[in-house]
């Protein structure tokens, strides 16, 4: 179970209305009106407790466990140990999302202003919205309904964020226009400026970076990421994108809807994705490239030319998975004739 010390718990709730939050099917046998009171891992949960089974490597977890109930493939049902209760999903992964936050919802801010924080007067604060101890809130901002400024975030001049939404702990936003349901962890930049020089013998000239920031609805930033305003044009978050911590994002650089973009990720200026890419941890992308929708970037691969839209790339330079394997194969197999000779 999570610790009540932070994490508060909702419920409890019948199976049968697990099922209907889950979009599962109950299983055979099984009570729908047997009372749950937390979600739980399959070593921990007891009898009062919901898991799930995600991966096959835990099977023997799941035959083992004592959870009152787990999520589970139809085709993994048979390994439940005798008396655990089935909700049965063919994304249990999903299934067990939509539960636990049923379980743990995020709460609603306490509305108010806090002594310390400073607003301007020319600020428009949305109704429920909550600005913590030290924030600082510059001139024109709009913040819509039911916002979360967390303690010492600084919010430029001009900048609007729209509904329900989160702006973690020490995080600075500048230049930017922010969509609703948007959560921000601690220690984000937004909004600073590019790295752009005109460069020489006689010096490095630096450009004015004249754009903003646009973050469409839904997007999740990590803790201590930072995103770079446009040179001209805007740098750009699609809806839906899911960032991770510690990405580095350059100016003019434009996601479509649905990426996930993971910890490390480096993507310089003026390059675009598409709709639903996947950058994996600590690859690096060079600037003024196109990655087609649903291209899948390996981890630690190096991008250097444009990837079309569906394909699957890794190494640096970055081929398409199934050669770079080869290619990893092959010098393999040279290094260890090599060692025998």
Known sequence: MADPRFFAVAGPFTLARL??????????????????????????????????????????????????????????????????????????????????????????PVAGVAASALVDATATIGEGTRIEPGAVIGAWVELGRRCLIGPNAVIGAGCVLGDDCVVGANTTITHSLIGARVTIYAGVRIGQDGFGFAMGPKGHLKVPQLGRVVIHDDVEIGANTTIDRGAGPDTVIGAGCKIDNLVQIGHNVQLGKGCVIVAQVGIAGSTHLGDFVVAAGQAGIAGHLRIGSGARIAAQSGIMRDVPAGATVGGTPAYPITEHWRQVAALERLTKRKGGA
């Open 19 to 108: 099922a209907e939050i889950a979009g599962a099917e109950i299983g055979e046998g099984a009570d729908g009106e047997a009372l749950f009171d937390d979600v739980a891992s399959l070593d921990a949960a007891g009898p009062g407790q919901v898991s799930f089974l995600d991966n096959k490597r835990y099977v023997e977890a799941f035959a083992a466990s004592r959870a009152g109930a787990c999520i589970v493939a139809p085709a993994l049902a048979a390994r439940a140990p005798a008396g655990m209760a089935l909700l049965l999903s063919d994304e249990p992964y999903r299934a067990y999302a939509a539960v636990a936050q049923a379980f743990h919802p995020v709460p609603a």
